[in-house]
């Protein structure tokens, strides 16, 4: 399964509930592309709510981590604005803070 929606690209599968948010990000005018990569299973507990934060900040973007119950998603957006994309995940209802180092 790999396609293009547009700016979303479809390579894996993406966790229930994300799609939503992922599309809302496709409209901000300074988003490219959207490119989510693997789930992956942690140790934690089955459903719960999606979360979205922003990872970290990469050459082209920054990197989002969502997470819904035991599964995690990293989720690349290509932009220029890391503020638009930090205020669309907040109207959308899920944490856009930064990760904190320990």
Do not use: N, W
Request: charged share 30%; net charge positive; proline share 5%.
């Amino acid at each position: 399964m790999r396609y293009r929606d547009g700016i979303l690209k479809i390579e894996h599968g993406i966790l229930p509930g994300l799609k939503d948010v992922l599309l809302r990000l496709t409209e901000v005018e300074d988003v490219r592309s959207i490119v989510p990569g693997r789930i992956y299973a942690t140790r934690g507990r089955p459903g719960g709510a999606l979360s979205v934060r922003v990872s970290a900040p990469t050459a082209t973007g920054v990197k989002l981590i969502a997470r819904r119950g035991s599964s995690v998603q990293e989720v690349f957006v290509v932009c220029d604005d890391r503020a638009a994309v930090e205020r669309v995940l907040r109207e959308a209802g899920v944490d856009p803070r930064r990760s904190r180092r320990r």
